[in-house]
């Protein structure tokens, strides 16, 4: 079947506007992971979900950000009152139980301007 | 807490071997992971060892000594095109949650 996908690949925003970045994980992966990567930096942890739920909010970088799962699939991360301080490439990735291997999307680039 | 530590550059050359080290904190532990990520691309999952050990995988290896908390990654008959950054993670047996370390970016000189 199909990879991980997200969207949008790109996504360029005024400071102040709220953006959403969706996640499609491979069907059947229970755990589903939000990452931020800034431009030559590592992988920054933002949540985790297990089904629906998120055992982890605490990558959370402030309280601007908020991420659900419905149905143990798709998953949205909004981001309200951008910041340029967000501008980064958010990846998610998915997992089957508790596997640690992660196959991970293509991204999404945000600019905030 | 979680914490791991990977050198931040490592330079070699085509045809040779290099050794990426990680050592790793957790409160849990159930694995360590290699992943690799082109310039650009997103992050590849390379191997995982969750016992002590060698793993091998065509030109990689990696190994694991959990009483150390410490792990490597080994790349051998080295090509250009494995310039890239390469990560490690753990796998936090208590949540599940997978921490990355700050990745390695290795440069392979001809």
């Known amino acids: 079947g199909a990879g991980v996908s997200q969207s949008p690949s790109n996504k360029v925003t005024e400071k102040g506007k709220d953006v959403e970045l969706r996640c499609d994980p491979i069907s059947g992966h229970t755990a589903l992971y939000w990452y931020r990567q800034s431009l030559g930096q590592g992988l920054e942890f933002l949540i985790y979900f297990q089904g629906n739920s998120a055992p982890d909010k605490s990558g959370l970088p402030s309280d601007r950000f908020s991420a659900e799962r419905t149905g143990g699939s798709v998953s949205t991360l909004t981001i309200q009152r951008t910041q340029q301080e967000d501008s980064a490439v958010y990846l998610c990735?998915?997992?089957?139980?508790?596997?640690?291997?992660?196959?991970f999307g293509p991204g999404t680039r945000l600019t905030v301007t | 807490g979680q914490s791991l530590e990977q050198p931040s550059e490592v330079t070699a050359v085509e045809g040779a071997i290099v050794q990426i080290n990680c050592t790793y904190q957790?409160?849990?532990?159930?694995?360590l992971s290699w992943y690799q990520q082109h310039d650009g691309g997103a992050p590849t999952f390379l191997s995982y060892n969750g016992l002590d050990g060698l793993e091998e995988t065509g030109r990689f290896s990696s190994f694991l000594s959990r009483s150390d908390s410490y792990g490597y990654l080994l790349l051998q008959e080295l090509q250009m095109k494995d310039s890239a950054s390469y990560f490690c993670a753990v796998r936090d047996g208590r949540d599940d949650k997978i921490i990355f370390g700050k990745g390695t970016r290795l440069h392979i000189l001809p």
């Open positions: 957790t409160s849990g532990f159930y694995g």
């Open positions: 990735a998915s997992s089957f139980g508790g596997s640690a291997e992660q196959y």
